[in-house]
């Protein structure tokens, strides 16, 4: 999968007084970026993975699809309600206490023998890793001082790089041991980073009074998408149907929990996990959708590449996880070119230009190779198309949001990583619901991906309502 957090979004940081002159900074800041990068490969691990849970687990692939979703519905939940945990407990103990909940859910996937049991444990999984890159952010914001932009850019880079490694390393354990191996391998990183952290990270003090933290809320948005992606999976069974009792019951509860979060979210804008002005106020409505559709390609049709390439090529694990490799590089590299040229563009034209892009990805994947090229070969340059597009798009639509109210970057941050892992979680839930119940899966697949090939070409008016600006917010 992608990443929320390419080049383009300076994480704001705490205002407390620096300890500059602190002799383990260097020490701090390898540890909060190796944690963040545990976290970020587990992201895309799972990808090469789910034709061997699917057969191992003796289970269906819309429910292996579930070990992803749920990872993208923990870190959903915990991400805007982790600053402020931050703010009551103190980043040091949120940062060891999630890296804490992060290994030992790692340790009892590698041993679970039922794909229920697993879909629960990466769901906890999802909440320890979620939980670090806020009180990370706080933590090297607080004792870098003026140094902290460059040290939170630094740290953050990290994560495209466990998007690239994640899905080889994953391939790598699949083909020459077993599927096992993509969590046990973070038992002793976690073990180490928890012995290190407890004595370089200082235990520092709140930055500022803590806000309430918007536990109903946090609950409604979880039930919420959990009953969405529930009822399409239900879907993806045989024998059932849409009008059914227990599809359209499931339906209509997840239609009441976001109507009761969007009520709680305007009777308490202070408070409330998603303030109302940033749904849809100054901009903000079309650029949720557009996150929206971002996390849809980028996080979610973007981590079902490797099983495509499996299921209608018959390409090993192995080399269906680098395919994930080369989209990753084309969208570091193109991102970090389009941070350079923002103030000259814009944002309307690189998001644009990103959706098309990305779009000829999705639409070149479901053509059949040509000219005697190998499958392998197609698909790699199909999904290296597909990375620049969003590596255009991604530094775009993230200054995009900020620019509207960056007075408040760290609840637009959150806003956008809750609407992009939204995106993922409806792509990859709705593509294997799908897939369960297709005789040829490979060819159901193409035909999703060109779906959203259209959809996403034909977003791109959407854009041109997104509020323009040149030069620094």
């Known amino acids: 999968m992608g990443t929320d957090d390419t080049p383009g979004c300076r994480p704001a940081g705490s205002e407390t007084t620096p300890a500059a002159g602190h002799p383990h900074r260097l020490v701090i800041l390898l540890v909060v970026s190796a944690a963040l990068f ?36 923990g870190r959903l939940t915990i991400v805007p309600l982790a600053g402020r945990l931050g703010d009551r407990l103190g980043r040091r103990r949120v940062f060891l206490l999630g890296t804490a909940v992060f290994t030992v859910a790692s340790l009892v996937c590698g041993a679970a023998n039922d794909i229920y049991v697993l879909v629960v444990l990466r769901a906890v999984q999802a909440l320890g890793g979620g939980a670090l890159m806020p009180s990370a952010t706080g933590i090297v914001a ?81 039930l919420s998408v959990l009953a969405a992606m529930y009822a399409v999976t239900y879907l993806g069974e045989g024998g059932t149907s849409p009008l059914g009792p227990a599809f359209l019951g499931l339906i209509a509860s997840a239609v009441l929990g976001l109507v009761l979060l969007v009520r709680r979210s305007t009777r ?113 340059v199909a999904s290296a198309l597909m990375g620049i597009g969003m590596g255009t798009t991604s530094p775009a639509s993230n200054n995009a949001s900020l620019q509207l109210e960056p007075e408040s970057a760290m609840a637009v941050a959150g806003l956008r990583v809750m609407f992009r892992q939204a995106g993922s979680i409806i792509a990859v839930s709705v593509t294997t619901a799908i897939l369960a119940r297709s005789y040829h899966p490979g060819i159901a697949q193409s035909h999703v991906f060109l779906v959203f090939a259209i959809i996403l070409v034909a977003a791109i008016p959407l854009v041109f309502r997104v509020p323009e600006h040149k030069g620094s917010w």
């Open 142 to 222: 607080e004792h870098f001082g003026r140094d902290r932009d460059r040290a939170v850019g630094a740290f953050t880079s990290i994560i495209p790089v466990g998007g690239i490694v994640g899905p080889v390393l994953g391939g790598l354990f699949v083909t020459y041991w077993s599927w096992r191996g993509i969590f046990l391998v973070n038992v002793p990183l976690g073990a180490a980073l928890i012995a290190v952290g407890l004595k370089v990270i200082p235990a520092g003090r709140p930055a500022r009074p803590a806000d309430r933290i918007d536990l109903p809320g946090a609950v409604l948005l979880t």
């Open 268 to 380: 308490h804008p202070d408070t409330a996990i998603i303030p109302a002005r940033l749904l849809r106020g100054r901009g903000f409505g079309v650029m949720n959708v557009i996150n929206f559709l971002y996390g849809g390609a980028a996080l979610g049709f973007g981590a079902l590449v490797p099983l495509y390439a499996q299921q209608r090529y018959g390409i090993r694990s192995l080399e269906a996880g680098t395919l994930l490799t080369a989209r990753a590089v084309g969208m570091i590299v193109v991102a970090t070119l389009t941070v350079l040229a923002l103030r000259r563009t814009g944002y309307r034209l690189p998001m644009v230009a990103g959706f098309a892009l990305s779009a000829a990805g999705l639409a070149g994947m479901t053509v059949p190779p040509v000219g005697g090229i190998s499958p392998y070969a197609w698909l790699a």
């Open 38 to 73: 545990m976290s970020s490969i587990d992201q895309t691990i799972v990808a090469t993975a789910l034709p061997a849970l699917h057969r191992d687990l003796h289970t269906t692939i819309n429910w292996s699809g579930w070990t992803i979703t749920v990872y993208s519905l």
